[in-house]
C-alpha cells in the first residue's frame, strides 16, 4: 500500500513513535485481509489518530469516526486529520450509555482512565457516546468496522445496551498494550451469543470478523 499523506505529528518522550511503527510499519492491523471494504469505521480510543488514517487510506471511501477522551491527544488527532473530510472527530469516550461523566486515573501519570458516571450531571468532565448514538447520529444502517481499546474501560460497551447493534458489526478490533484479560474477553463473548467469527491475533491485538451465512442453494 502506497501512502501519500501530510506530515504527521510525531511527539516525543511519548508513545507516538511505537504507536507509528505498530500501525504503518508492521502492517499488524491487516496482516489478515478481509473480502470486503469497510465502509463505516469507529475508531475508539483514536489516540492521536494513526490508526484513523491507516483506515482511510487502506479504505479510500470509508467514512470514520475518530473517537478520543485524552485533550492532548485530541489535539494532536485534530492536527493529523484535520484536511480529511471523510473522518470525523469526537472529543468523546465510547461507554454503554450516553451520558455525561468523569475520568478517574488508574495510574500515576499514566494515560489510563475508568469511567464513570457523574454523580453531579453540573459537574463532569466528558459526555460520553454509544455505538448507537453514532451509528443514529450518522445513519448507518451497519457498522463495518469497531475498533476498541482495552484501556480507558473500553469493553464497558459489552456490559448493557448492546442489543440494538451488535450483530450489526462485522469487524471488531480489539487493540491493547497488554495481554486481554480474560473477564475482558468473556464480556465480548456474552454479548454476541450466537454469532460466528473467524479470529486472529496480531502485534496490534485480537480481530474478529464475523462470518457471513451462505445463501441456501435452491
Known amino acids: 500500500m502506497k501512502l501519500n499523506f501530510h506530515p504527521l505529528v ?11 511503527r505498530k500501525v504503518f510499519l508492521t502492517n499488524s492491523l491487516f496482516k489478515n485481509k478481509f473480502d470486503f471494504q ?24 470509508a467514512r470514520i469516526v475518530a473517537i478520543e477522551l485524552s ?12 484536511n480529511l473530510s471523510s473522518i470525523r472527530r469526537f472529543k468523546s469516550c ?19 482512565y475508568e469511567i464513570q458516571a457523574a454523580v453531579n450531571p453540573e459537574d463532569f468532565e466528558i459526555e460520553s457516546e454509544t455505538v448507537e448514538s453514532i451509528m443514529k447520529e450518522k445513519n448507518w444502517t451497519q457498522l463495518d468496522l469497531l475498533k476498541v481499546s482495552l484501556e480507558n474501560s473500553g469493553f464497558e460497551i459489552f456490559t448493557k445496551n448492546y442489543e440494538n447493534w451488535i ?16 473477564s475482558s474477553l ?23 470478523i464475523k462470518e457471513v451465512e451462505a445463501e441456501p442453494e435452491l
Open 10 to 20: 510525531i511527539r516525543k518522550d511519548s508513545g507516538d513513535i511505537e504507536e507509528f
Open 38 to 61: 469497510p465502509m463505516t469505521i469507529i475508531d475508539s480510543a483514536a489516540g492521536v489518530g494513526y490508526s484513523s488514517l491507516f483506515f482511510h487510506y487502506q479504505f479510500p471511501k
Open 71 to 82: 485533550d492532548l491527544d485530541f489535539n494532536v488527532l485534530q492536527k493529523n486529520t484535520q
Open 94 to 112: 465510547l461507554w454503554h450509555t450516553k451520558t455525561k461523566v468523569n475520568l478517574i486515573q488508574k495510574t500515576s501519570g499514566g494515560q489510563e
Open 167 to 182: 450483530d450489526k458489526v462485522k469487524v471488531f478490533i480489539f487493540s491493547s498494550q497488554k495481554k486481554l484479560p480474560e
Open 186 to 208: 468473556q464480556l465480548f463473548i456474552n454479548a454476541t451469543s450466537g454469532i460466528k467469527f473467524k479470529q486472529f491475533q496480531n502485534e496490534f491485538g485480537l480481530i474478529f
